[in-house]
């Protein structure tokens, strides 16, 4: 029998469409890796406290961090619309332009407006980065996009842990000074704005281009109707008020470093090896929370009680040692944790919503979050609320996070009891309402769900 080849059947033009898209989805791969390197991102904190910008721990905590959350905040959802209507590429541009003025200010400003202004471009980063994590969708069929999310998100991880150990071995081994680490990332960055350049604007928008206002409404009602949902609504809020705690002590906690142990002098100062160990330990994590084979309807609030309780007691660690190795292993492992449970709630969240309810599910809890994580800043951290220092602050942080794990804790009792009572003989039924199981929705109702939404 002859070997029947299935390439030598495909049309020329066919070849030519298929080594595009796979061109444009390495290009923009390696556009997100390059981005990344930004060596001098660890040792922020310890070059704005050092000789070269001599501001005081004060003015860093109380009056130039809260910048980057006020600033997200108000940026979020501009961003998030214009991303898909102006089809990715001139927001992935204006995110190029922001990294630039970053490490030009962090350079050359030395007033604290000007750092205020790095933290407002800072948030702007953050929140383009929407423009990048869906620009592949956009490259590939519904089939691929698990597979295009899963290569993404790697050259990102990627970027950012040869990021953290370029900058540790210029600091450790080739005694850098944090200036002109900081020229380096703004080289890096600026070679990021070329990069940019040359991305290809997809013709079409993902979802916007066929949201009209009246489906727009549509959907919000549906979402709220679906926030019913035991599952959809647990790990929703995980989202909302696990997120805000976990990016607030990821903003502080350099100050913190330097508050335990005040060097410096570069080649002691180790947050990039630290920031390129829990990178990995947060691949990893995410990786291995994939083949947790656990009946969630039962086990969520049990396994979200104990990972928020550990992080608490990880907060508590941070802010009562006095040995950095300690406060590193502590940030490590509670950025590990958090990590773990990210996929986790994806998959809970996405499982049973349309592809278009799915990003606004997400775009909402993001924004709920942001908004959380605003207050708590203006409260705890400005100087026109309580303007604690970063230690006081990290009680705080810790206060919060127990008061979740308590509540979490409780509400797995009640779904124990609840099973208890409605366990039958030779089976385990679980009751989110008393003595009902837990239905999800069939595929063939979400497609119908899907195209009713598109319509």
Known sequence: MPKKNDDTKKPASETVLDQHWKLQVFYLCFYGFMTQIRP???????????????????????????????????????????????????????????????????????????????EFFYGVTMA?????????????????????????????????????????????????????????????????????????????????????????????????????????RLWSLWWVFNSAGYYLMLYYVQILWNEIYPATDNYRVY?????????????????????????????SELVIGVVTAFQAGLLLLMTTTSNIWLCYTAYVLFRGSYQFLVPVAIFQIATSLSKELCALVFGVNTFFATVLKTIITIIVADKRGLGLSVHPQFYVYFGYFTLLAVVYLLAAVSVGIRHIRCKQPGELALAKEPCQLPTEVPAQEKSAEAGAVQA
Request: aromatic share 12%; with cysteine; proline share 4%.
């Open 128 to 232: 383009a980065r929407i423009a990048y994590s869906s620009y592949i969708f956009s490259l590939v069929a519904p089939s691929r996009y698990q597979r295009m999310a899963s290569y993404s998100r790697s050259a990102v991880l990627l970027g950012v842990f040869t990021s953290s150990v370029l900058g540790q071995l210029c600091v450790t081994l080739g005694d850098v000074s944090f200036l002109t680490l900081n020229y380096v990332s703004l080289g890096f960055v600026s070679f990021g704005l070329v990069l940019t350049l040359f991305l290809e604007r997809p013709r079409r928008s993902l979802f916007f281009n066929r949201w009209r206002e009246a489906v727009l409404c549509r959907m919000l009602r549906e979402v709220g109707a679906l926030a019913g949902q035991p599952q959809l």
């Open 271 to 299: 947050n990039g090896g630290v920031d390129a160990a829990s990178t990995l330990l947060g691949a990893g994590a995410s990786f291995a929370a994939g083949y947790v084979k656990i009946r969630w309807t039962l086990w």
């Open 40 to 118: 001098g991102e660890s040792f922020i904190t310890p070059y704005l406290l050092g000789p070269n910008k001599n501001f005081t721990q004060a003015e860093v905590t109380n009056v130039i961090m809260p910048v980057l959350t006020y600033s997200y905040m108000a940026v979020l959802v501009p961003i998030f619309r214009l991303t898909d209507s102006l089809r990715y590429k001139p927001v992935l541009v204006l995110q190029s332009l922001s990294h630039v003025s970053i490490w030009l200010l962090l350079v050359f400003g030395t007033s604290v407006l000007a750092m205020q202004l790095m």
